[in-house]
């Protein structure tokens, strides 16, 4: 479960503030796969990146995953977030110098498990996205969709119970964007894991279980 209380975010700079979040209160239940819509600079990314840990909000309070985060220490919020959270971003992000294993291989780098586990996991997780026969290639030598499984693959990996999605078919076509979204419905509904997905998509959201509204760092709907 992902619950925000009374959230604010405010950017400041020396000459100005923007009120990127304004007294945003929402809760994702576990297990539910969740969108969030709304046009540009409305605070969506601001939204997923404070969920997601990788930035603190100005007030208000996160709890997430059966934990009240409060102040936590960098070293603690990154083990936080390695256990219980995955992400996937538009542009997959993928270490273009690693190969696919490697790159799925990534967060269990930071746990302390052999490499053969290691392997072991991420071969799994490769063949839950009809990757396998890919495992040697390179970022470069893959499609769009393929990257895109391959980025799902490593949020996957660790077993988080949250995934967090910033627009995963926003650089795909139409054909490889509904094979990503129905592995995401399938990580979903097989593994209950909860998802929230910002998205521009207005037929993805509508298969989602519910579509939150922002405009202007508020929630509308
Ligand atoms: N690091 C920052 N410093 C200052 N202002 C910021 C920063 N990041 C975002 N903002 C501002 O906060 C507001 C929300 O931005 P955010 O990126 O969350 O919007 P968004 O809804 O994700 O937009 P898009 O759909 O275009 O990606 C915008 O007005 C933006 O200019």
Not at 33 to 53: A, D
Not at 87 to 92: E, G, K, P, R, T
Not at 154 to 182: C, F, H, Q, Y
Request: glycine fraction near 8%; charged fraction near 25%; aromatic fraction near 4%.
């Amino acid at each position: 479960m992902i619950k925000l209380s009374g959230i604010n975010k405010i950017y400041r700079t020396d000459e100005i503030e923007t009120l990127a979040l304004e007294n945003v209160n929402l809760t994702v239940d576990q297990g539910e796969f969740v969108s969030i819509m709304g046009p540009s600079g409305c605070g969506k990314s601001t939204l997923l990146n404070v969920i997601g840990l990788l930035d603190e909000p100005t007030s208000g309070t996160i709890e997430m995953a059966g934990t009240v985060i409060g102040k936590m220490k960098d070293k603690q919020l990154a083990e936080f977030r390695n256990a219980n959270l995955g992400f996937v971003f538009q542009s997959f992000h993928l270490i273009n110098s690693l190969n696919v294993v490697d790159n799925v291989e990534l967060p269990l780098l930071y746990r302390k498990m052999r490499g053969s586990e290691r392997t072991r996991l991420a071969k799994e997780v490769l063949e839950r996205v009809g990757l396998s026969h890919r495992m040697r290639h390179m970022p470069s030598q893959l499609s769009g969709g393929q990257c895109q499984r391959v980025a799902i693959a490593r949020a996957i990996v660790g077993n988080p119970e949250i995934i967090l999605a910033d627009e995963p078919t926003g650089n795909l076509d139409s054909k490889m964007g509904a094979e990503v979204m129905e592995l995401l419905h399938n990580l979903n509904k097989e593994d209950n894991r909860t998802i929230v997905m910002v998205t521009h998509n207005e037929e993805q959201a509508k298969m989602t279980d519910r579509i939150m509204r922002f405009f202007d760092g508020r929630q509308i709907q």
